[in-house]
């Protein structure tokens, strides 16, 4: 099973922020937290991940709170390519590297 | 760099029919391998995984299989298809150091 929650759905204007909440209150202390994004009939993308500390690439930024028990992703500058749902998942760090992935929160970025 | 090649891209096939899904990764040695299915309109499911060749981990009771032949080659296959095996079928390569995992273009199955 999943080990985080999302909301269903959530919207934002174009060249707004979109953020991005994530809940994980049952992460242990090394496992990572990763943030990948599907748009439809695609793979998944993978976006960014993160332990402890605050993330940031060209992507996107990850804010780790810090009993580490939810998260946010935040694009900074939401575009229409933007709009897709966006999987939070917390990283088994056993030999498997699994990926569990939830329902995720599917993006929509109005014009 | 590193690729990842799944093919084919679509595929229809009658109920009863024998199933051979490839994928093929390059640019990388020893990765662990992930097959993944997306019911429509549902989420990721993880079916398989593989540590090493001939390392298979099945996630859920199903009517699929896998096999890891090579270092670098993932088949998922069935025997005898069902209409509930239609779906999205997606490889997905990672190395033990961490980063992210890289996912192929998928194949879209229709059992009929």
């Given at each position: ?12 204007a ?29 793979g998944?993308?993978?976006?960014i ?20 028990k ?14 897709a ?18 329902s ?8 | ?20 899904l ?8 020893n ?21 090493g ?23 998922l ?7 509930s ?28």
């Amino acid at each position: 099973d999943a080990k985080t929650t999302q909301p269903p759905s959530m919207d934002c204007a174009e060249g707004r922020a979109a953020n991005l909440p994530c809940n994980h209150s049952t992460i242990s202390g090394n496992e990572y937290v990763y943030w990948y994004r599907q748009i439809h009939s695609q793979g998944p993308q993978y976006i960014i991940h993160g332990l402890k500390n605050n993330e940031t690439n060209e992507m996107a930024s990850l804010i780790i709170t810090e009993d580490r028990k939810s998260s946010t992703l935040i694009l900074p500058h939401a575009t229409l390519r933007d709009t897709a749902v966006y999987y939070c998942i917390v990283r088994e760090m056993d030999s498997s590297y699994k990926l569990i992935f939830g329902s995720g929160t599917r993006l929509l970025v109005r014009p | 760099s590193q690729t990842i090649h799944q093919w084919p891209a679509t595929l229809v096939q009658p109920v009863g029919s024998p199933l051979s899904l490839e994928c093929t990764v390059e640019g990388t040695s020893n990765p662990n391998l992930y097959w993944y299915r997306q019911a429509a309109g549902r989420g990721l499911q993880l079916l398989f995984y593989s540590v090493g060749i001939g390392q298979i981990s099945s996630e859920v009771p199903q009517n699929l299989s896998a096999s890891r032949p090579q270092d670098r080659q993932f088949i998922l296959s069935s025997k005898k298809l069902l209409l509930s095996d239609s779906g999205f079928y997606l490889c997905a390569w990672s190395v033990l150091s961490g980063g992210g995992y890289t996912f192929g273009s998928g194949t879209r199955l229709t059992v009929v």
